[in-house]
């Protein structure tokens, strides 16, 4: 079965604080996609990466950075020097061939506080 | 410039009723997906269509109905037979996985 797992309800932290936010996915293909995606209050969903399944190597993009592990089925996301604005919730997603669709795991909300 | 609409923004329904919410791609994509979200539930699946003319059930496609007549539209109707449809509705469109691009979304009340 194809399974995504964001066990972290919801988070808070307190500006500049460094959070990650953890992902686990389940999937029975070798080709495969990784997501994470900002939803904030208004609703839309942002964009922030895509992985596929043969590249292994971490990212960093500004404060973000994330870490693929297949070992693990792990694919997190960390923040650096938290600010208020990254406030929102984040979904972790999962793009399999087989399936044709991209499913999301329950969402992480994220609280950064003054 | 290219995106993904979606209409209307709010939308309210009398119980019992059928209402359509609309989604549009002018991205030449071939693939569109219709998801639900509740709060605390994350993005459930409820039809996607990966070519014109055909469409398969997600993971909650009961009381729901789809049509997929042109490759840039793909409407979503909440049947009478949706028990509880009061829920944030997000389009999306995507290039055989590679790139989605999501609409604004519709937010459901029931009134």
């Known amino acids: 079965a194809q399974k995504v797992t964001q066990a972290q309800t919801e988070i808070s932290v307190v500006e500049k604080e460094d959070v990650t936010l953890d992902c686990v996915y389940e999937?029975?293909?070798?080709?495969?996609?990784l997501f994470w995606y900002k939803q904030p209050p208004s609703g839309e969903l942002v964009f922030l990466i895509r992985?596929?399944?043969?590249?292994?190597q971490n990212e960093i993009s500004g404060r973000y950075s994330w870490n693929f592990q297949k070992s693990t089925s792990s694919f997190n996301f960390t923040i650096t020097a938290s600010q208020v604005v990254d406030s929102a919730v984040y979904f972790c997603a999962l793009f399999y061939n087989q399936g044709g669709k991209l499913i999301f795991g329950q969402g992480t909300e994220l609280s950064v506080k003054p | 410039d290219g995106g993904i609409t979606q209409s209307p923004k709010y939308l309210f329904r009398k119980e019992g009723q059928n209402v359509t919410l609309s989604c549009e791609q002018n991205l030449n994509h071939d693939a569109m997906y219709w998801y639900r979200q509740d709060p605390g539930q994350g993005l459930r699946l409820i039809y996607y269509?990966?070519?014109?003319?055909?469409?398969q059930k997600g993971d909650i496609a009961e009381g729901y109905s789809v049509s997929r007549e042109k490759k840039e539209s793909f409407p979503l109707t909440v049947t009478s037979a949706q028990k509880n449809p009061t829920a944030f509705y997000l389009c999306?469109?995507?290039?055989?996985?590679?790139?989605?691009?999501f609409g604004s979304g519709t937010r459901l009340t029931v009134v």
């Open positions: 999937t029975r293909d070798t080709t495969y996609y």
């Open positions: 999306a469109s995507s290039m055989n996985g590679y790139g989605y691009t």
């Open positions: 992985r596929n399944s043969f590249d292994e």
């Open positions: 269509s990966q070519i014109v003319n055909d469409f």
